[in-house]
């Protein structure tokens, strides 16, 4: 059987599912990401896994289907549907394009390592840490980097297309505003990247034959696949073209074995070998020999320090205060606010893998990578930052694309009832109080006027009103708080409900003013 | 009533109506014998749709060509803050500015465009708001608020709490600037009319929230005076405004009002609302300031009922 076209055929689908994913997270104008993402992401594994794990839901299910997938042909997810895996292919194709093409050569697996990762990982999980997990999936790996630093390049080329056009009178592409800056995020990000580069560029698939608890996790339902790659004895010349064109190092050509552990399923040796010398073997009949014994080289975690780097800097420089009287109380959170949909802090935690799919969606820019508001465990996972934004109250865009069943979906009318959190006024800060000026900010961000004014009596006997908190009616949106003008701390915060609750439906008021169609102009 | 006030009444009245007819009817005549119309202060339409009563209007001013000269280039600022569908009153209506665009292009304008810096995503307002569509569809473009990149310092020479501020780079280069609010009842100005809606036209909008916000809205009404104000008045949120909370809140009024005078407009379309202009302190201000008048019996309103 001529198997050849393997790779042809494997190219085509991973280059589809690369260009879908990364416009995900590119797609800055929500033209097509809010539709297409829960078909694009149904396969993806950690995500899914989660979701089912969490909500025991099957439509959910498209984990399952990749460990069918492994058990019956091997790791295909690597190669195909992870978009993690396919940028490492695309770095790898083009540094041996750049230096003189090198060949791949077997290489002893670091079990050790890549064991013990899976296992520090499981153990995490199992202990209620997504921290490894998240830090590690390649899938939420790649959205981390393609948010955070592939996504600010675009914006870039997208702006200075915009101020271009608009030295040509044109304004039909409308700039675009940067995401607030997260320093812990986007140096995790980098830091990811380098070592992916370092790796794709210099040896194949290590990261995914190493690092990944995913690729470890399929490696090891590989071992046990019905359809696994092997040498025919027969055909073999011995060449070694085969091993020469395996990134992921699997292929002895000497003794002629394909370690199928750590095999990705790039089908590159089926196109390598002259003389159809590889062929799909099924295991199921016979028994193979173990793997070869451990040996660890290198110790990875080294570049992991790298990661710590990212734990440097400082977000959200307070600006420059504009106001005649600064404001003297601090505000008081004392919990974070997680996204509408999430139904509590704990589900949320458990269950995102901080992929940043929703910091990208978000129109509003409310949602943030959060830094250690969570606590370490919840690093990067993206929670709602008042100060960029407020939640649009008929947006449910963050529903709409999470994969992991984090932020679960609910109806627009579901979501406008529940709440997030519930806005405490300090009334000390508040223009009205301090200066005896009319503002109420707040209240005209507030969908469900949670934030009333009311009458103010105040010493420069001016007709003046101020807010007033329902909290019964909040919902958390945080229009208030971001719409509050009092600086250094705000006069309206949001504080967060560790489990969100229901929110009372808005009051119908009777409009007191009449009018009268037929009524002559009262002018 | 005793019968002394009543006869001055009935007199008073019929002295007013007399001469209205009158002067009225000698007005038009002597308006189409020289093809310029009566110079209206202020054009008040009601019962129509939006679109309707603005071609009635502008026509009893003249026609939009008074306004738009041939080739220039026009600013059509509606209300677009809020991510809210047309029945909830809380943007402009569509067909209300799509006429005005229509208008503006029809007498030659080379370009007319429309944006506001929105309070809610702006891509959500502009669409949901039918706006965005309308403008399009008119042959107008629409175009963005959301970045600082477009908003430009400016001094605004006679303000007495806001001195400078940044500005959208589209009003800069307008010819013409013509002022589409619709008016709403407003939790933090009382009510929002045509200076109000100018806050959509500048970044920092917290400036004026903590720096007395009236006085704020006024200093800057003096910086540019708008061409044209034309307040829609066709949906009119009676209650918690500026957003609204359903339609609940909003009372069709089928009223339109337009004049070169903001102030003159905002007074009138404060006593629409059931206010008096004198109580709301930034059309107050803005009349102190010598920007427009605020005393109605002074004008010559044209009133048009269809």
């Known amino acids: 059987m001529r198997l050849h076209r393997l790779k042809t055929l494997r190219v085509g689908v991973s280059v589809v599912f690369f260009t879908l994913i990364a416009l995900l997270f590119l797609d800055f104008r929500n033209m097509v990401a809010p539709s297409i993402a829960g078909g694009v992401l149904y396969l993806q594994f950690v995500p899914s896994l989660l979701q089912l794990v969490s909500t025991a839901a099957l439509g959910a299910a498209g984990c399952i289907v990749i460990v069918i997938l492994t058990v019956l042909f091997g790791r295909v997810y690597c190669s195909t549907l992870c978009p993690l895996g396919t940028l490492q292919d695309v770095i790898g194709f083009v540094a041996r394009k750049k230096r003189r093409r090198r060949a791949f050569q077997f290489s002893e697996p670091h079990n050790v390592l890549r064991y013990a990762i899976l296992a520090l990982t499981v153990l995490l999980l199992i202990a209620g840490s997504g921290f490894l997990l998240n830090l590690l999936d390649p899938f939420s790996s790649f959205g981390r980097i393609f948010a955070n630093l592939i996504r600010p390049v675009v914006l870039l080329v997208n702006n200075v297309a915009a101020v271009t056009l608009e030295q040509l009178g044109m304004y039909t592409l409308p700039r675009v505003r940067w995401a607030a800056f997260a320093s812990v995020s986007v140096g995790i990000s980098l830091a990811t990247l380098m070592l992916v580069v370092w790796l794709a560029a210099t040896r194949g698939r290590m990261y995914c034959n190493t690092i990944c608890p995913v690729g470890t996790l399929l490696g090891l339902l590989a071992k046990i696949s019905m359809l696994r790659i092997g040498i025919d004895p027969g055909a073999c010349k011995g060449c070694k073209l085969c091993e020469d064109a395996c990134k992921a190092g699997c292929i002895d050509s000497r003794k002629k074995t394909v370690d199928v552990g750590r095999c990705v399923g790039c089908y590159n040796c089926f196109a390598a070998c002259p003389k159809d010398g590889m062929r799909f073997e099924n295991r199921w009949r016979r028994r193979v020999s173990a793997v070869q014994p451990d040996r660890e080289r290198r110790n990875f975690l080294l570049n992991s320090g790298v990661f710590l780097l990212g734990l440097l800097g400082v977000e959200e420089p307070t600006k420059m205060i504009v106001q005649s009287k600064p404001t003297t109380i601090p505000v008081r959170v004392t919990c974070p606010v997680s996204p509408p949909g999430s139904g509590s802090i704990a589900h949320f935690t458990a269950t995102c893998t901080a992929c940043h799919l929703c910091v990208s969606a978000c129109p509003s820019r409310v949602l943030v990578p959060s830094i250690f508001e969570f606590g370490l465990q919840g690093v990067m996972q993206p929670r709602m930052n008042f100060h960029t934004g407020h939640c649009n109250y008929d947006c449910t865009i963050c529903m709409d694309v999470c994969p992991s069943g984090a932020i679960l979906p609910l109806t627009v009318e579901e979501k406008k009832l529940t709440q997030l959190g519930v806005a405490k006024f300090i009334k000390e800060n508040c223009v009205v109080y301090t200066d005896n000026t009319v503002c109420g900010a707040c209240s005209e961000h507030c969908p469900t006027k949670a934030v009333d004014m009311v009458p103010y009596p105040n010493p420069a006997n001016k007709k003046l009103k101020i807010p007033e908190m329902k909290p019964d009616y909040c919902i958390g949106c945080g229009g208030c708080e971001h719409a509050c003008p009092t600086k250094p701390y705000k006069a309206i915060y949001v504080d967060g409900n560790p489990v969100h609750k229901l929110a009372k439906k808005p009051m119908v008021k009777k409009i007191e003013i009449k009018v009268d169609d037929n009524e002559d102009f009262p002018f | ?306």
């Not at chain 2, 209300?96 to 229509?102: F, N, Q, Y």
Request: with cysteine; aromatic share 8%; proline share 5%.
């Open chain 2, 1 to 306: 009533m005793d019968r002394r006030d009543f006869i001055k009444k009935v007199i008073g009245t019929g002295i007013v109506a007399g001469s209205t007819v009158a002067f009225g009817d000698f007005a038009k005549v002597f308006a189409a014998a020289d093809a310029s119309p009566v110079a209206y202060d202020l054009v008040a339409v009601k019962g129509g749709e939006p679109e309707v009563m603005f071609d009635r209007a502008i026509a009893s001013l003249g026609g939009i060509e008074e306004f738009v000269p041939r080739g220039s280039k026009v600013l059509v600022k509606p209300n677009i803050g809020w991510d809210v569908t047309p029945d909830r009153a809380g943007n402009t209506h569509p067909k209300l500015v799509a006429r005005i665009v229509e208008h503006c292009l029809n007498a030659g304008a080379k370009e007319v465009s429309v944006f506001d810096h929105t309070c809610d995503p702006w891509m959500q307002c502009y669409k949901n708001s039918g706006i965005e569509r309308a403008v399009k569809d008119a042959g107008g473009r629409i175009v963005s608020g959301d970045s600082e990149g477009y908003y430009h310092k400016v001094a605004v020479p006679n303000g007495k709490r806001l001195t400078e501020t940044k500005v959208h780079e589209l009003l800069l280069e307008a010819d013409v600037f013509i002022n589409v609010p619709v008016l709403k009842h407003h939790s933090s100005s009382m009510v929002t009319i045509g200076m109000k809606n100018l806050m959509g036209v500048v970044w920092d909008r917290g400036y004026w929230h903590r720096n007395d916000l009236h006085q704020c809205i006024a200093d800057f009404a003096s910086y540019r005076k708008p061409t044209l104000t034309v307040v829609d008045a066709y949906n009119v949120m009676m209650q918690n405004g500026p957003r609204g909370v359903s339609a609940g809140d909003v009372v069709p009024m089928k009223s339109l009002i337009v004049s070169r005078d903001f102030v003159a407009a905002d007074a009138a379309a404060a006593k629409l609302f059931g206010t008096e202009p004198d109580d709301i302190p930034h059309i107050q201000l803005a009349a102190e300031m010598n920007l427009g008048r605020i005393d109605l019996s002074a004008l010559s309103i044209n009133r048009i009922k269809l």
